[in-house]
């Protein structure tokens, strides 16, 4: 036993010194016996630190409304900053790194300090001094807008918000896996997913002013979390005994799957006469009938969505038809025909030089008249889908441009190889110049992704009920909450940055598996 122990508890150690040295730089007594009981010593110090910053955190008087869950996470929180930051400190003075990398020293302590400094002052801000109650008893206005949570609300108008729940569990499933597919450990995925899933189970089924069953809500987000949990296991069960093509092909069809969810709850929400005219007709059939039925009904307008929902519907427009037409248009502008290119390139610049708020509100007084005889009545087409139309040329013509540079990049040889191998020119595009182009531009790609759900919150301006419109008007709404109105503006802004920095890490994840972090990663394309 002590055999086994001992390699372990140097590895700590050596963990524990690569740590120290990307804080505070390197230790004067480095390799000596004396370094390794200097850090012991700092670590206690911190230790300690921690328990006496605690302590007193926790045995502040603070307000009657203060729960007692958001004194413990405010107190751990600033406590284990300023813990570290002591804990730096300790290891500049008491290893003397300050003496031998000075500047990395220094730098440590300043961005330690400044670090709890901005920690505690935001943990207050956010757990002592709002009042997040506006935001606990608005959930469900936040997510999907007024009219939607009046049906959900009054007995005297229908709930139609079961039309959301194929696209949360389909899109789940598909995440899992996706996830299945990648190279992340298996213990790293369900940690992390359990965490997350946790979280949002919290805060969805939160009892505190739910105007829901929240029980039943909690048990439909378990089983959905579930089943993307098993969806994961399958995936990376097939990926680990499949050859690489078989994993490719797998790949393709889950993309193709989120493409076709996204178009899914679209019609879900709202389905045209012709999905409905075949909906009806496949409804007798046994088995396929009762997943098909719900399209054979008229659903809700456009103009009833709103919340968050709406700025998830446009943004993915946005990515998705944005870049189907992208690519279009970046083969348009590099086409040799002059019918092509010259109508590609007008619009490409056109469309490219005018702010995106200005074609909002080309979109919102003018759109109409250009799409009248594609609707027979105006007011099917909404200002929801006006934005949606506009938000995939504005998308198209940004990864138009950033494709064109990934096509141009391509080398010369790949393209006479794949005419000496017999391609046509439209499996040329296809297979050898379209997957480089992506393969090169995957990070400008993922900023215009990033970008599109951003510039979702410009739909407030024009009126759109969206979730940035609802949070900024939910103080003037209740009488109980006068006067909150940074609750609900600070909220809104976690979640707009969350999905953004979920986009960038996967985009990173994507890079690395394509070799794009390394020399030499070409043959991965």
Known sequence: MSSLSIPSLDEAFNALYRTEIAVSGRSKFEDSYHDRNLSILSLLIGLYSFVFFFNISMSIELANEITTLDRLVYSFGSSIFAA???WVLCLALLKLTITRTTSAAILGIFSAFISAFLVEMALEILLLEMRWDI??????LLSIGPDLTLAMTSELIPTENWRFWPFIIISMIILGAFYGTTEIKNSRFILGFAVVSLAFIAFATNPEYANYDTEHIRLRLVIISILSLISFILSRWYTNRSEEYQVNRFKRILIILTVSNFFLIIFMMDP????????ASLSPIPFIGPLVDPLSQPGVPSTKWGGLFVNFIVATAGCVLGFGLGVLFA?????NLPVVKWPTVAFIEIFRSGPLICWLYFALFMLGDVADPLFSDPEDFSNILRMMAIFSLFGGVYIAEVIRGGLQSVDSGQKEAAVALGLSPIQTKQYVELPNAIRTTLPSIVSVFIGLWKDTTLLYIIGVLDFLKIASTLSQTDFNFM???LEPLYFAAIVFWI???YISRISMRVERN????KEGGAERA
Not at 272 to 279: C, K, L, N, T
Not at 514 to 517: C, E, K, P, Y
């Open 84 to 86: 570290l930051a002591i």
């Open 135 to 140: 935001v606990w008893s608005n959930r469900v």
């Open 272 to 279: 045209p006469e012709f999905i409905q005219s075949i909906a």
């Open 331 to 335: 083969f348009g502008r590099q086409s």
């Open 483 to 485: 006067g909150y109105y």
């Open 499 to 501: 999905p953004a920095f």
């Open 514 to 517: 394509l070799g794009l972090v």
